[in-house]
């Protein structure tokens, strides 16, 4: 069954634009699904879509977003923050800025636990201590007493996936999380990420732009372009045999791991026009 | 002492204590100036008019800084002085800094239609010269110590605003904020907890330069004889007397000046110090 599915999400500017066009996708309980598209196709946009924090100049103007079966556009505000807060986690793309630079790292992490689940401070905090244990930090005490620009940004996306970890949620959208570090940071943080994932038994949508990384981490996979939804298949079913034109030139313009010299193909115009006007069809198609 | 990686940290500055001593002289000066003075700050003494400093030859050690051209003892006259310009400095400043800075976090943070008057009231507040814009205020209030103070408040609110809505805005835009977001907190709670925090060493390094600012404003309307009534001993009003007997009596004009000048400047360097001293990543 499936925990996360959007129906038809559609998201404006305030202009009109669309940003997201009729978005439908589904994350199953326990699956890791991967988002992949260029920049600007509007992955970050589902998750906020999803997590409720668009931004003021976007409006979600249609769709549905079933969280555990319960559509969460008809609750009240206030319950779906809660709800939302109870079950789904963020592991932001920067962890630069993804904590406060002004807050120890310690209450960062404890917050939710006691202002949403109303647990007392101190088991918390022994809560903290033993998921900082878990994504391998020494000494936790300190770092918890650290401020964020006294660890390295490694240690601090290890904190951020620690923090989301924190409540259990059902649900964990991870937007790029490793597109701000360096490579072998990289390896170690996915590598963690998938660890996690498995023994809490999280649902996560893995939002990317490379597919070198899809088939690491995700069972399956949607690839957008321009806020709407090209693909949606299986990670074995995709590498094999990408069904659109699209599909096939980005998988070719992907770095192979057995081969990370060999000649890359950028996604040739050809295909971007052809895919332009499938898009412009498709709003055409809407508007009638 | 050592951070988390070892670097060594920025020992509090010099500046910081020259300028927080002079501010601390001040303060004691000012509340126990009825105790301290040697004279009453208004008798005159026709005969004791002009004279020196105490180093000058023909002073009178019991005028330690001299007299004025009434005879008043110049030192009473300064400590008095003292009590009206950090009245204004602190409850001006104070009151400016809550007034600017709260709009500008509801600008900078809430955006959408309250930004929208904000910002609107920001610009046209920009229009006038500030000293006109004071001297127009109190022709219109009257003068007097709360006069002097409103006036302060509603002209300089938009020197926090302008600032602390950008400084909201820009923290409005990071992860941190997304992330308290979805972990549902308040809007409010969010405002008040991660992003205050970020804006505070700037406000506070705001709030101190506003102290001098309003003591400089003080002395100006003193100087013009607006602030209050002629017979209280202000600094600005001693600057302005100075002036007209600055062949005869130096003295009279110097000592003044050089206690805004002094306080004004350590203002200004205690809000520098003070905002490295808020700021974690310098700290
Ligand atoms: N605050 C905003 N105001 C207006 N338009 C925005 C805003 N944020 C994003 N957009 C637009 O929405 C579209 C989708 O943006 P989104 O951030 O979802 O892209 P993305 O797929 O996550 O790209 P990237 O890989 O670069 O993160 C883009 O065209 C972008 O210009
Ligand atoms: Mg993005």
């Known amino acids: 069954?499936?925990?996360?599915?959007?129906k038809d999400l559609t998201v404006r500017l305030r202009n009109g634009a669309p940003l997201l066009r009729k978005v439908s996708?589904?994350?199953?309980?326990?699956?890791?699904?991967?988002?992949?598209?260029?920049?600007?196709?509007?992955?970050?946009?589902i998750g906020k879509a999803v997590l409720g924090i668009l931004p003021r100049a976007a409006k979600l103007t249609g769709g549905e977003i079933l969280l555990d079966g319960e559509d969460l556009l008809t609750l009240p505000p206030k319950q779906r923050r809660a709800k939302i807060g109870a079950?789904?986690?963020?592991?932001?793309?920067?962890?630069?800025?993804?904590?406060n630079p002004s807050?120890?790292?310690?209450?960062?992490?404890?917050?939710?636990?006691?202002?949403?689940?109303?647990?007392?401070?101190?088991?918390?905090?022994?809560?903290?201590?033993?998921?900082?244990?878990?994504?391998?930090?020494?000494?936790p005490e300190r770092v918890m007493r650290s401020y964020p620009h006294e660890l390295s940004g490694g240690m601090r996306q290890r904190i951020l996936i620690a923090s989301a970890f924190a409540a259990e949620p059902k649900l964990i959208i991870a937007d790029e999380p490793t597109t701000a570090l360096d490579v072998t940071v990289q390896k170690q943080i996915l590598k963690l990420i998938r660890e996690m994932q498995e023994r809490h038994d999280t649902a996560l949508l893995f939002v990317t732009h490379d597919l070198g990384v899809v088939s690491k981490i995700s069972q399956s996979l949607t690839v957008l372009y321009a806020g709407k939804v090209i693909e949606e298949t299986d990670v074995r079913t995709f590498f094999a045999a990408p069904k659109h034109a699209y599909s096939r030139a980005l998988l070719a313009a992907t770095p192979k791991y057995t081969d990370p010299d060999g000649s890359l193909m950028p996604v040739p115009d050809s295909i971007i026009s052809e895919v332009e006007q499938e898009v412009a069809a498709f709003d055409a198609q809407l508007k009638r | 002492m050592r951070d988390a990686r070892g670097q060594v940290r920025r020992m509090p500055g010099l500046r910081l204590w020259l300028s927080g001593s002079w501010l601390l002289i001040l303060i004691l000066a000012a509340v126990f100036a009825p105790m301290i003075s040697p004279h009453d700050p208004l008798e005159q003494?026709?005969?004791?008019?002009?004279?020196?400093?105490?180093?000058?030859?023909?002073?009178d050690p019991a005028f330690l800084l001299g007299?004025?051209?009434?005879?008043?003892?110049?030192?009473?006259?300064?400590?008095?002085?003292?009590?009206?310009?950090?009245?204004v400095a602190l409850v001006a400043g104070t009151l400016t800094c809550l007034v600017g800075a709260t709009?500008?976090?509801?600008?900078?943070?809430?955006?959408?239609?309250?930004?929208?008057v904000i910002s609107r009231l920001v610009d046209i507040w920009m229009a006038f010269p500030p000293v006109l814009f004071a001297i127009l205020l109190i022709a219109v209030l009257g003068t007097g110590l709360t006069s002097i103070i409103v006036a302060i408040v509603v002209i300089d609110w938009t020197r926090f605003s302008r600032v602390v809505r950008a400084e909201a805005m820009s923290q409005g835009a990071m992860d941190y904020v997304a992330s308290a977001q979805v972990a549902g907190r308040s809007r409010l709670g969010i405002a008040l907890a991660e992003i205050l925090p970020n804006v505070l060493p700037t406000i506070v390094a705001l709030l101190t330069l506003e102290m001098g600012i309003a003591v400089i404003v003080e002395a100006i309307l003193s100087f013009v004889n607006l602030s209050i009534s002629t017979d209280q001993p202000t600094w600005g009003g001693m600057i302005a007397e100075g002036r007209t007997s600055i062949y005869q009596a130096w003295w009279v004009l110097v000592f003044p000046l050089a206690a805004l000048f002094l306080t004004v400047l350590s203002f200004s360097q205690l809000g520098e110090g003070l905002k490295d001293y808020f700021d974690p990543v310098l700290r």
């Open chain 2, 67 to 87: 007299t004025d051209s009434l005879g008043r003892d110049l030192l009473s006259r300064m400590l008095y002085g003292a009590r009206l310009a950090l009245t």
């Open chain 1, 1 to 6: 069954m499936s925990y996360l599915t959007t």
């Open chain 2, 103 to 116: 709009l500008g976090l509801i600008a900078g943070y809430y955006r959408g239609w309250a930004d929208l």
């Open chain 1, 103 to 139: 807050r120890r790292v310690g209450p960062q992490i404890t917050d939710r636990l006691v202002d949403i689940l109303g647990w007392k401070r101190k088991e918390a905090e022994d809560r903290a201590v033993e998921l900082l244990d878990e994504v391998h930090i020494q000494s």
């Open chain 1, 87 to 99: 079950k789904v986690a963020l592991i932001p793309q920067d962890p630069l800025t993804a904590l």
């Open chain 1, 25 to 45: 996708l589904a994350v199953k309980s326990g699956e890791v699904r991967a988002l992949v598209g260029e920049s600007g196709a509007g992955k970050s946009m």
């Open chain 2, 45 to 59: 003494d026709l005969f004791a008019a002009r004279l020196p400093p105490f180093w000058q030859q023909g002073a």
